[in-house]
């Protein structure tokens, strides 16, 4: 799945904003009680590379994906796993964009 939000501000801004505030991006998602553990994430110039365990009672799904910050955009490519046949994926975007815009306040 991928995400694109435009930005207007630096990069450096942006890639600090989300660096200090990841962890909102999935919390709550959709409505669900996800917990998450394992997480990994490294800075390779602008493209953060993630990886986290999403668990939700028994149910276990790993997330992985890039987050690159351009001059002018954050482009999320997410695999939700399992999660994507849980969360319908317009949704699923939707809730995505909204918090990759609220991480650029």
Do not use: N, Y
Request: charged residues 25%.
């Amino acid at each position: 799945m991928r995400v694109i939000v435009p930005h207007h501000q630096s990069k450096h801004e942006v890639m600090q904003s989300i660096d200090r505030s990841f962890d909102d991006l999935f919390r709550g998602i959709a409505g669900l009680p996800l917990q998450f553990a394992s997480q990994q994430r490294s800075w390779q110039g602008s493209v953060l590379t993630f990886s986290m365990l999403a668990k939700m009672g028994l149910m276990r799904a790993p997330i992985r994906g890039t987050l690159a910050v351009t001059d002018t955009d954050v482009i999320l490519d997410i695999d939700l796993g399992l999660l994507e046949r849980i969360l319908a994926p317009t949704k699923a975007k939707e809730v995505l964009a909204s918090r990759v815009r609220g991480l650029l306040r």
